[in-house]
């Protein structure tokens, strides 16, 4: 069964960074794409980066290129997804992907 626990979410000021963590087990995690997606209050749910399994590919949405990198290490089961120049519209719970399965999601919150 797979396990998706996300780590490092907060309240940050507009222009700050926070580097979100989540770490895999239970899956073949390391053969995969992962993935970040965000829910912000009274919207729905929405992608923001994907990982090929290798690293070596990255896509992002319109609203967070140039200022968002995700990154993994397989060897930790772990994807990152690293925030800078953070904006109040960032605010929401960010949650991890891989398949079917979901993290609980961590909260970013960006004060103006």
């Known amino acids: 069964q797979v396990q998706l626990v996300e780590s490092g979410g907060g309240l940050v000021k507009t222009g700050g960074s926070l580097r979100l963590s989540c770490a895999a087990s239970?899956?073949?995690?390391?053969?995969?794409?992962m993935n970040w997606f965000r829910q912000a209050p009274r919207k729905v749910r929405e992608f923001v980066a994907t990982i090929n399994w290798s690293g070596a590919s990255t896509y992002y949405a319109d609203s967070v290129k140039g200022r968002f990198t995700i990154s993994r290490d397989n060897a930790k089961n772990t994807v990152y997804l690293q925030m800078n120049s953070l904006k109040p519209e960032d605010t929401a719970v960010y949650y991890c992907?891989?398949?079917?399965?979901w993290g609980q999601g961590t909260q970013v919150t960006v004060s103006s």
């Open positions: 992907n891989f398949g079917n399965s």
């Open positions: 239970g899956g073949t995690f390391t053969t995969s794409a």
